[in-house]
């Protein structure tokens, strides 16, 4: 079965500084796509990054970053310079490209602190 | 601009009631799912579509049933509430399988079961 795994319940930091959140997941794909979502207490949720899997090069918007590890089937997101209104639940999540069914991890909390 | 709406934003049911959520897209989007949230599972699939007259179960089916009669609209019913099935509930959209944009997801359903 495929599985997404964040293994941060919670993460904080402090603004302006740089905080990486973990992600894993399990496939037997090639060909497949990767999402980092935000999900602020509005509870809207924000495609924050993507990733394709047939590029090797690491996705980036602006202060928001991937290390994409396709070996190890991992997909770890870095925010830089963090702002407070980066304090949301983050979630990874894998899109199964034969059913199109999006698969999310348990969600990271994420807190700028001041 | 396209959309996609749920609605009611906030419901409160009684035990054994049924109750149907409505999601309704303006993307004209042949691909639409229903997920529920809670804490510490992220987001699990419901029920998905790949267009009129097509329902598929997903991993958390048990208990909630789909129609889909046109292409914007996929509502989901609760045939009798449960305690359990209080929870956060989305429905998202996409353009084709495996999307490299990513879902288009509604603003939430809060479900309290009493």
């Known amino acids: 079965a495929q599985t997404v795994t964040q293994s941060q319940p919670e993460m904080s930091v402090q603004e302006a500084e740089t905080v990486t959140l973990s992600c894993t997941y399990d496939?037997?794909?090639?060909?497949?796509?990767l999402f980092w979502y935000k999900q602020p207490p509005s509870r809207q949720m924000i495609l924050v990054i993507r990733?394709?899997?047939?590029?090797?090069q690491n996705a980036t918007e602006n202060r928001f970053s991937v290390n994409f590890q396709k070996a190890a089937k991992s997909f770890s997101l870095k925010i830089s310079d963090s702002q407070l209104g980066d304090t949301a639940m983050y979630f990874c999540?894998?899109?199964?490209?034969?059913?199109?069914?999006?698969?999310f991890g348990q969600g990271t909390t994420l807190q700028v602190k001041p | 601009d396209a959309e996609i709406t749920q609605s009611p934003r906030h419901k409160i049911t009684e035990t054994g009631r049924q109750v149907t959520l409505a999601c309704h897209q303006t993307w004209n989007h042949n691909n639409m799912f229903w997920y529920r949230q809670d804490l510490g599972h992220g987001l699990r699939l419901i029920h998905y579509s790949y267009g009129v007259q097509d329902t598929n179960k997903g991993e958390v089916s048990d208990g909630y049933s789909v129609s889909r009669s046109n292409t914007e609209d996929l509502p989901l019913t609760l045939e009798s509430a449960a305690s359990s099935q209080t929870s956060v509930y989305f429905c998202?959209?996409?353009?084709?399988?495996?999307?490299?944009?990513?879902?288009?997801f509604g603003s939430g359903t809060r479900l309290t079961v009493v």
């Open positions: 998202a959209s996409s353009e084709s399988l495996g999307d490299r944009l990513g879902y288009t």
């Open positions: 496939t037997s794909e090639n060909n497949y796509y």
């Open positions: 990733q394709e899997a047939y590029k090797q």
């Open positions: 999540a894998f899109v199964d490209s034969n059913t199109g069914k999006l698969i």
